[in-house]
């Protein structure tokens, strides 16, 4: 089965930036929906971004954002593989959490895009810690 591995949690000052990475190996797909999700401690899980393809390309080279977020992360994607780049700039302590990312085969409604529970495959999570 697939297997997500995420990668350039770290610690933070408030107003800097960092850069995830979700890698697959495995068996791949040239359908897919990746999403990145954050979890709290106390907190439930929220989204944070995603995209989907068809045809092994990026549907209209847009990525979906929760609002917290938006403007402030920027999603991306290596077209030769399943893997993708959460870019995070002016972070505050908001954003400390556990980041995950999440693969379902195929392309998904741009409606459930932010929904965990349709994703199959989790990676186990890099933390995220921004200091005030």
């Known amino acids: 089965q697939v297997q997500l591995l995420e990668s350039g949690g770290g610690l933070v000052q408030a107003g800097g930036s960092l850069r995830l990475s979700c890698t697959a190996s495995?068996?791949?797909?040239?359908?897919?929906?990746m999403g990145w999700f954050r979890q709290a401690p106390g907190k439930e899980r929220e989204f944070v971004s995603a995209?989907?393809?068809?045809?092994?390309?990026?549907?209209?080279?847009?990525?979906k954002y929760a609002e917290a977020v938006k403007g402030r992360f920027t999603l991306s994607r290596d077209s030769a593989k399943m893997a993708s780049f959460l870019q995070m700039n002016s972070l505050s302590p908001d954003d400390t959490a556990i980041y995950y990312c999440?693969?379902?085969?195929?392309?998904?409604?741009?409606?459930?895009?932010?929904?965990?529970?349709?994703?199959?495959?989790w990676g186990q999570g890099t933390q995220v810690t921004v200091s005030s």
């Open positions: 999440a693969v379902r085969r195929g392309s998904l409604a741009w409606g459930s895009l932010s929904w965990s529970n349709v994703y199959d495959f």
């Open positions: 995209f989907r393809t068809s045809d092994g390309r990026a549907t209209n080279g847009r990525a």
């Open positions: 495995g068996p791949t797909f040239t359908d897919y929906s």
